[in-house]
């Protein structure tokens, strides 16, 4: 989940109108101003810090040089306690399952504003956060017609193909959430926001005056490659047993990597706690470590998690960050990249071709053919553990390497491997994708069995962590050991596809 910084708003009252002054430019302004128009008494108001996207400015050749921003023409929430009450007036989105009861919040866009010419790079969902929840939520479509004036839990469309979660939202903050995937050019882009969990999560909706939901749009006009900022994806595999203190060591590497400042996700390679992965596994061994930086993770689940039935545990721990349970695959965008997670647990949710998983991942990699894609899964279909290759992942590896994917991370084996560039068959090529093993989280380290072909360079005496940064058109790459361990690192550089 990627936060949005929180800089400055101005509510300007004019002619009775409630409007926001938006700062223009690349660089917002640096003083504040406090609202001057207050919520009602039983509504939450945002800190004065709050902003909101500078606007957009068009060319007379359909170029863009700032950001479509585009407010909820509709919202309204539902409640299964209120089965023909409207709330489309109210000034928050109310989301909570407790038990039977139920609410959900819908929101509405009209986009209209895509120059003809234009691509869309990037579309990210603004809401700010009244009441947040750990658990976090989940943006799904809409999959039917509804008004904010009429519908009730009665009326509602059902929800439609998940989207992307909400992760872990904070009270007080503007959260940013990338619905690319659901913005397709001019016409409605409609949502759900729900969430498991019993706390709940408050939004602001569109008559609060201080921050309703929007919908910001980045476009490459006349069909130019779209800019990003870096952003840097780090983690690894088979991480935390409460008999070893490696996950304490891994994690202070995370703390590192955040701590320098950029944009970070935190990725976890599968088999995140041991020996199984239980809820108290997940709550005594993997919650003190790594689960500090829980808000910012997009796990993989592993093998470990399959030792309790349906990998229960970890989906409940994680929530909607691990994607839909009864699948454990899912993809979001990053710095410019699309990264897509995979689910190796093939025996459970098949891997081969033309099953659910490989079918999802190839029509997503057509849907998101961005010029830099990674992805991630536990199980690596090249090893020098096995001294070859694991074949129940090759069609899974295939269809990344006929869209071009650029790397794939992977965990299970307890050390760390880089191959060349290679094709599914493990020839040398150019054009191929960098296999990158990380199954070095905190568990265990284990022996090499001899090397895999074009397997570049091997490291199995420290845990560590991989650390990519992401940039349009290229990555950097470092593996990071644990401080006061054999001392080791790995760099490079690559070229998107």
């Known amino acids: 989940m990627i936060m949005y910084a929180l800089i400055a708003v101005v509510v300007l009252l004019l002619g009775g109108i409630v409007g926001f002054v938006l700062a223009s430019g690349d660089t917002p302004p640096t003083t504040t101003t406090t609202p001057t128009t ?63 009861d139920s609410k959900q919040a819908l929101i509405g866009f009209e986009v209209t504003d895509i120059p003809e010419e234009a691509t869309i790079a990037s579309a990210a969902l603004h809401l700010a956060v009244l009441d947040g929840s750990e658990q976090g939520g989940l943006i799904s479509l809409v999959d039917g017609p509804w008004t904010e004036a009429e519908t009730t839990w009665a009326s509602a469309p059902p929800i439609g193909a998940q989207v992307a979660p909400l992760v872990a939202p904070i009270n007080g903050t503007v959260v940013e959430v990338d619905v690319t995937r659901a913005v397709t050019g001019n016409g409605r882009a409609d949502f759900y926001v729900t969430t498991e969990s019993e706390d709940g999560i408050d939004i602001a909706s ?92 997009r796990p993989a ?85 096995s001294g070859g290759t694991n074949p129940e992942m090759l069609p899974i590896f295939e269809a990344f390497y ?17 191959f060349l560039p290679q094709d599914p068959a493990g020839e040398e090529e150019d054009d191929g994708i960098v296999q990158f093993t990380a199954g070095t989280g905190g568990r265990s380290l284990d022996d090499f069995e001899g090397p895999s072909p074009n397997s570049g360079l091997r490291f199995n005496e420290a845990f560590g962590v991989l650390a990519l940064t992401l940039y349009p058109g290229g990555f950097d790459w470092e593996f990071l050991t644990a401080p006061g361990s054999t001392q080791f690192t790995d760099t490079g550089s690559g070229i998107c596809h």
Not at 406 to 415: A, S
Request: proline share 7%; net charge negative; charged share 20%.
């Open 206 to 297: 569109r008559e609060n005056p201080q921050a309703p939901p929007t919908l910001v749009i980045t476009l490459a006009g006349g069909g130019e490659p779209p800019t990003a900022e870096e952003a840097v994806l780090v983690g690894a595999g088979d991480i935390a047993a409460c008999d070893s203190e490696g996950d304490e060591a891994t994690a202070a590497l995370l703390d590192e990597v955040v701590a320098r400042g950029a944009q970070t996700t935190v990725f976890t390679a599968g088999d995140n706690a041991y020996e199984v992965g239980s809820a108290a596994n997940f709550a005594d061994c993997y919650e003190p470590s790594w689960g500090r930086h829980k808000g910012i993770t």
């Open 402 to 418: 006929e869209a071009d994917a650029d790397v794939v991370i992977n965990g299970n084996d307890h050390f760390y491997e880089r």
């Open 301 to 385: 689940v592993g093998s470990r998690e399959y030792r309790t039935a349906g990998a229960a545990p970890y989906f409940e721990y994680f929530g909607p960050a691990a994607g839909d349970p009864a699948e454990g695959w899912y993809s979001y965008n990053l710095g410019g990249w699309h990264a897509v997670v995979i689910n190796s647990n093939c025996t459970e949710v098949g891997c081969e071709a033309g099953s659910a998983q490989e079918d999802w991942l190839r029509e997503d990699l057509a849907a998101h053919s961005t010029a830099c894609t990674l992805g991630y899964w536990h199980q690596p279909l090249f090893s020098s553990r």
């Open 38 to 100: 207050t919520l009602p008494p039983t509504t939450t108001t945002l800190p004065p810090t709050t902003t909101v996207p500078p606007p957009t400015t068009t060319t007379s050749s359909g170029s863009v040089e700032g950001d479509i921003v585009l407010t909820a023409v509709e919202d309204t929430w539902l409640d299964s306690d209120e089965l023909v009450t409207p709330m489309g007036t109210s000034p928050i989105l109310e989301t909570e399952q407790d038990g039977t």
